[in-house]
Each structure stands twice: as C-alpha cells, then as structure tokens.
DNA sequence: TATGGCTCTGGTATCGCTAACATCGAACCT
DNA sequence: AGGTTCGATGTTAGCGATACCAGAGCCATA
C-alpha cells in the first residue's frame, strides 16, 4: 500500500479511502490512485484490513450436509445475496454430529466472521455459550422451536408435515406409512414424524406404522418400504422424510411393477428439482430452501448496519405441491 | 491474549506458544495458560495470527456450481482433508460464467489464502496473470488439458467419453444420439462430445446426431430426446453429457412407456448417487471426484510445508460402470 | 570447575491496514 | 472582513498476534 501511496504521490491513508470508500475521495486523486495500484498489482490486504476494522466481511454457514439436500438451495441464496454485499462464505459440514458442530464453531470463531448461520436450533450446549460470549450475528435456519442463541428464519416442519398428512388422508388412503430419516433424532425430523402421525390419528387412522432406517439417500426409501411392508401388507400409502427417500421408493414401485398411484400412493417432503420430473411426479412440501438464505443474509447485513436490537424470527411458511403420486 | 498471559503468570508469548506449539512449553505452563485461556473464555483472534505469520490456513475453492454436480464430492474430499489439518474453506461459485470466476479469484485474493482451488483449466486471462502474481498454490481441478497455472489434478474426459461410447456402439446400438450440456463451450464437455464422436466414426457410424439444450438439469433430458428423435426418428441409444441428463432421459421413456434398453439405450457422465437406484440402473463413467478434492488438498498441504518445489498433475482416471440401461 | 549445548521463557519489532482526529483551503454566510 | 462549514487529505496510534533474537537455568561432559 505504500509503494501505491508513493506512486500515485498521496499518503497511505487516501489510498485506503480510495479502495474502501471512493466517494470520499476526489477524482483525480481517485483515478491516480487506481493507476498506480493496476501497475503495482497491488491487491489490498483484507486480513490486515479486518484486523484493524475488526470487521471481517465473512460469514460462516455450518450445515449439517450437501448431499442431496435443501440446504445447498440456503447455501446459494446466503451467498448470492452476500456477494453482493462483499461478503464471503466460510463452510463447514458437519454430517448431523453435535460434537462436529460444536467443534466447527470454535475453529470458525478465531477467524471471526461477521455473523454465524446455523442448521436447526438445536445444539451442544457449548455451542450456544461460545456465540452467545462472542457477540456475533448468529441466525439459526430451518426450524422454529426456540429458544433461539439469536435470530432465526425457517418454518414449522409440524405444520407442514400435518398439512401433507391430511393430503393423503382426503385423498382415500387408509393404512398409510412413515418413512423416517436416518438421523431420527434431529428435532426437524422428529416434528414431521409428528405432524403426519398427528394427522393419521385425527382421521382415526393408525399411527404406527413408522419405519426407522438406517440408510442414507435413496436406499432408505427401499428399506424404510420393505420394512413397512413387513409390518403392514395392504400398506396403500408412504409418506417420506425427505424427497430422496419418497424417490427412492418410487423406483422400487416400478421395480415392482407397482402401479403409482394406484397400487402405493407416495408424497414426499422438500419439493427437490426431481419432484417435479420423476414419472408419475411426486407430491411433497416446497420449502423455501433458498428464501431462508437470502433472509438469514438480510438479517446479518442488517444487524451490521447497526439497526435492529432485537432478534427477529421469520416464518417463511411452505407450500404442498400435488403430483401424479397420490390418487 | 494479554489477559490470559497475566492471569497465568507468563507473557503473551508463552501463551501464543502454548497454542501454536504446545510441545515447546513445558507441561506445568502449558496446564496454567489452558486454565486461564478457558476461565476467561479466550478463543485465539487468527485473522491477526493471520497477518503477523502471513499464513492464513484457509483455502479457497471456486466451483461453477452445486446444484447437481459432481464438484459435491470433490468439495467434500477438499473439506475433509483440509480440516484434519485445521484449514479451513472459503466457498464461491460462479454459474460457470468467466466473468464471475475472474471476480470471485480478485476477491478471494485479498484474503491471502493459502491455497486456491479451481475448476477446470480454462480461465479469464486475468485470472493467470492475479495467480501467478500472488504466488499462492493453486490446483485446476476436473481437466488435464493444460497449459495450467500451477499443479493439476484430474482425468481425461476425451479418453472416457471414448470408451464409454465404444461400450454403446459395442452393444451394437447403430443410432447413437449425444445430449450436450448446456454451457457446451466449456472445455471438459467439448472433450466428452469429442469422445462419443470420435467412438462413433471409428465404427462407421454417423456421428452428427448431437443435441444442443438451453436446459439445465433433468430438463435437459427430455428436450435434448425431443430433438434427437427430430433428427433420426430411428435413434436407438442416448449418451448425455451428465447423469442428471440421462435421468431426464430415462424418465421420459417411462412416460413413453418405451422399455429400456430395448427401444433406446441410455448412457450418462458422472456416476451419480441415482444411477445405482434408477431402474434399470443407469450406466455410466464412474469419475473420482471426491479423490480429486483429496488430492487437491494434499497438493496444497504438501506445497505448504515447503517441500515440492515442481508442479505436479496428476491423472485420476475413470471407470466405466455397466448397469441395465444398456442391452 | 569450566564449557557447551539444551530447554524453556521473555522482550521487541513488525505484519498491513483503518479509526479518529488534525489540518488546510475554498466556499459560503451575514 | 470575519467566522463558519465542509470536503479532501494527512498524521498518529493502535488492531492482536507471531518471528526473531536473547537470556536464564540446567545437565552432561571433559
């Protein structure tokens, strides 16, 4: 920065103002500044500009994974929309492990990032301490069951999962099977099992038939079926966990030969791309994967601009989407 | 860091020791910083550790995309290499636009990672010219057409794409249809359609049924289908550029009710998750993508740690998977 | 007992930038 | 003319760590 400050005969700090704050520089100033740094090859040095501005233009994003999930729809509206801002992503799975995040929280707290984006709301107790000691923006996504480290965007999985439910029992099922996901214990996944069990039972149906797996991806959707199956031979309808699942047993239908609807009807949860393709079109809930990114960006850019003490909840809502797979 | 020291009864110094390099403080010191860093939960500021040791173990990775890619591994085996080692990555994606790539390098740039991670071979001019000037490590990921910036790591399309379409030419398909990508002027799909043609001329076949699509992901499929049976109503087998295109594809003969393999032959790139599950099963060019990003990382580590002055490139191969949607 | 080589600890000088305040003309007002 | 304001620039003092060198004990060896 020197050398530019000397080439364009201007101190260091109008060369600083002429990369971070232009407008309070004059032109001439401005443009001499810009020459000199396009011959020097001068790229400003953003870790020592942090340091010195304890600002750090970066945002975590810890997920839990990016194999086929919604969270890569968050991921991309996050960092569009901080992009725009001048902010970067800093990225960390974590593949559903408490201790993982827990520990991908510390590292990522040395680098100290302007705001944290979390999955879920639920975490090691260690994690809720270190970010609440560390004053940084925190936004915890997809679900909304607080209590919340700060802000948070997501929907209610119970809502959405009872209002699904309720779609396959108008439509005539009657002995209708859960397909849960493999991580079980994850608080959103408990609250789906939840709304479509509450929904079965509301119609006087039975609630029982929830098949635990232990496959990822697509596979659980053949084992989580052949496992209801076992318990249930005129099983007539599957409701799924996630989208992949709900794929997965639409290929063992057709395996099967196995007419869809008819035979099996089957609904999904998540609306992937896929949905919409697969023959004979799957009904799920569209979530709105990439709104929360762009909300929990707002949120953090907000909350640097100094206003809004408070921490605010959103509720994006969902939608259910009906497809060829239920009658 | 000051608090710390004085509360432990040693100077900064020895508590920067004690974090960095624990092995040279003695274990009674050691034990006392550790005890005063968690008493006043003291989490070490990097971004300062950063700008006096001038390495800031983190990496950055720029992909064209996510959504439906291959790069989801490569990133994973990135990510999980790197954090053994305490590195951490920075993210951007650029929707295969040059432009967009070229911006996201200059922006990256600024926070001197360690390491930046590239896809393919092929860049904005700029973008050598920024590398080469900051002298950090780089890896051109996914092609191995050079001439490259620094190290590479990938494999032949051209070579794989060949095989694979001997393998459908072999099976004796004689109306061979190819599905582009839609961003076609990117290298690594110019090499693949290359390989298909080239598989298809040597025997004797007509290599000019290519369809070019708008579409991205399954979409891509069906539209690139329609306009090859446009062109040759005959057409008995498909290769796509992408698994999630075959998928397309595949999914419109369900529709069609046109069995596979027998009324058309389907092929795909990738060796998706899906090609396993997808009745009859998809074949398809089996590419390493996660051992591409592990490698990517090891490349970075090693270069590092001072050693290995040259610029290696390394090919991974491919593998062709057979599955029942070829006769 | 003197010497050299260890291991452990401390002091000092940066790393490259920005916050905050100081300065200086020029323009504007009464 | 004098005072006030404002925009553009410069000066100074850190931000919170690490590199590097120096010094203090301690042991083994001659």
């Not at 396009?38 to 994974?65: C, D």
């Not at 697509?218 to 599957?238: F, N, Q």
Request: proline residues 5%; hydrophobic residues 45%; contains cysteine.
């Amino acid at each position: 920065m020197a050398d530019v400050a000397r080439r364009a005969g201007v101190s260091p700090m109008t060369v600083s103002r002429a990369f971070k704050t232009p407008a309070t520089v004059s032109a001439a100033v401005r443009q001499r500044v810009e020459e000199a740094a396009a011959a020097l090859g001068y790229v400003p040095n953003l870790v020592a500009g942090n340091l010195a501005s304890s600002r750090s233009r970066m945002i975590a994003a810890v997920v839990p994974t990016l194999a086929n999930s919604n969270f890569l729809g968050t991921l991309k509206g996050l960092s569009d929309r901080l992009r725009q801002e001048g902010y970067q992503l800093l990225l960390t799975e974590t593949g559903y492990d408490p201790g993982e995040e827990a520990a991908a929280v510390a590292a990522v707290l040395g680098r100290r990032p302007d705001g944290i984006v979390l999955t879920g709301a639920q975490h090691h107790p260690s994690v809720t301490a270190m970010l609440r000691a560390a004053q940084v923006a925190v936004v915890e996504t997809w679900d909304l069951h607080g209590p919340f480290i700060d802000m948070a965007v997501g929907f209610s999985h119970r809502a959405a999962a009872l209002a699904l439910g309720r779609m396959v029992v108008g439509r005539g099922y009657r002995r209708v099977g859960y397909i849960d996901f493999p991580h079980a214990g994850v608080r959103r996944f408990q609250e789906r099992r939840r709304g479509v069990r509450a929904a079965l039972r509301e119609a006087g149906l039975d609630p029982g038939l929830v098949a635990g797996v232990a496959d990822e991806g697509y596979a659980g959707g053949r084992s989580g079926l052949d496992s209801l199956l076992s318990m249930a031979g005129d099983l007539d309808a599957v409701i799924c966990a996630t989208d992949v699942q709900a794929i997965g047993v639409l290929f063992e239908c057709a395996r099967r030969g196995w007419p869809v609807p008819d035979r099996l009807g089957v609904a999904g949860f998540g609306d992937y791309e896929i949905a919409a393709e697969v023959p004979p079109g799957l009904t799920s809930v569209r979530t709105n994967g990439r709104g929360i990114g762009v909300a929990a960006a707002e949120l953090i850019l907000r909350r640097q601009e100094g206003g809004m003490a408070a921490a605010p909840v959103l509720d994006l809502g969902f939608e259910i989407v009906s497809r060829g797979s239920l009658r």
